[in-house]
Structures are given as structure tokens and as C-alpha cells.
């Protein structure tokens, strides 16, 4: 059974930090893709971060310069730091993967940055 798992969410002001981490399980994730999506509500989740299976990364426009996806795969555990937040950060971040053919998800956590 795979689970994810995120935390590291919270309250922050504009030009602050936070590293958001997806303890994982059931899945070995430095064999597959993991990603970090983000959705407001009323809107659709977006991609915002990808690591494959080597070191390749992929960023959403909007964050490049200013969030880095990395893993550390004796804890099964993939990050999402993020810089130099901004108010259109606000979203909740889900982390997923997918295995056996099936797209899995987080429940999420919530990051708010205020003004």
C-alpha cells in the first residue's frame, strides 16, 4: 500500500522560507518520479515540481529560481524547499507519484504567505 505523507506547511510572510517534506511508503522513490502539485480552491492542482528517477528536475515557470525538489532516499522522504515565497504561493501542496499504473496522493498540507 502506498502512502504519502506531507507536512511542513504553515504561516509565513512574503520573502520567507519553508521546506515541505513527503514521507513516503510502499514505493521506493528513487525508482520512479515523485512530484509536488499545489491547488487553490476553485482552481485545478498544478505541477509545480518534478524529480525523476536520477537527478532531473523540472519546475512550474513560476517557481524556478525559487523552490528546489530533492529526496533523501534512505528516509524516503522527498522535499520541496521553498524561497522567496510570494501570496500566489498560497496553496495546499500535495505530493504524488505513480505506481503500478495508479496515480497516487498526499492529503496535503497548507501553506499561507501573507503580505
Known amino acids: 500500500q502506498v502512502q504519502l505523507v506531507e507536512s511542513g506547511g504553515g504561516l509565513v510572510q512574503s520573502g520567507g522560507s519553508l521546506r515541505l517534506s513527503c514521507a513516503a511508503s510502499g514505493v521506493i522513490i528513487s525508482t520512479t518520479t515523485m512530484a509536488w502539485y499545489r491547488q487553490v480552491p476553485g482552481k485545478q492542482r498544478e505541477l509545480v515540481a518534478t524529480i525523476n528517477s536520477g537527478t532531473g528536475t523540472n519546475y512550474t515557470d513560476s517557481v524556478k529560481g525559487r523552490f528546489a525538489i530533492f529526496r533523501d532516499n534512505a528516509k524516503a522522504t522527498v522535499y520541496l524547499r521553498m524561497n522567496s515565497l510570494k501570496p500566489e504561493d498560497t496553496a495546499v501542496y500535495y505530493c504524488?507519484?505513480?505506481?503500478?499504473?495508479?496515480?497516487?496522493w498526499g492529503k496535503g498540507t497548507l501553506v499561507t504567505v501573507s503580505l
Open positions: 504524488g507519484t505513480t505506481v503500478g499504473g495508479r496515480y497516487y
